[in-house]
């Protein structure tokens, strides 16, 4: 089986930093996108940014210039560098990734995992 673990999240003043962490483990072959979405009380979660293995990166409009979207291959984890946190950043953030699991000795499959969610609030 697959997890993703997030941490970072947490209680920030406007204008302040958080940086985000998730780290993907179990029986992984590889993962191809992973991303960042988040869900607002009484709002649809939404993407905030993307990247691939490769490692090219996609923003939500209302973060870009703002968030940084990163990972480590090599750890299976994916980051998220926020800075000039705002109030309408407030939201449950979720890891999401694309991984490949190994099915048979010679067939592997991709599927959609989700972390459990990290609560981030910009408030004074």
């Known amino acids: 089986q697959v997890q993703l673990v997030e941490s970072g999240g947490g209680l920030v003043q406007p204008g302040g930093s958080l940086r985000l962490s998730c780290a993907a483990s179990?029986?992984?072959?590889?993962?191809?996108?992973m991303g960042w979405y988040r869900q607002a009380p009484g709002k649809q979660r939404v993407l905030v940014a993307v990247?691939?293995?490769?490692?090219?990166?996609n923003y939500a409009d209302s973060v870009k210039g703002r968030f940084t979207i990163s990972r480590d291959n090599a750890k299976n984890t994916v980051y998220l560098q926020m800075n000039s946190l705002k109030p309408e950043d407030t939201a449950v953030y979720y890891c999401?990734?694309?991984?490949?699991?190994?099915?048979?000795?010679?067939?592997?499959?991709?599927?959609?995992?989700w972390g459990q969610g990290t609560q981030v609030t910009v408030s004074s």
């Open positions: 999401n990734g694309e991984v490949v699991v190994r099915i048979t000795t010679t067939l592997t499959a991709p599927y959609d995992y």
């Open positions: 179990g029986s992984i072959f590889s993962i191809n996108a």
């Open positions: 990247i691939t293995s490769g490692g090219t990166t």
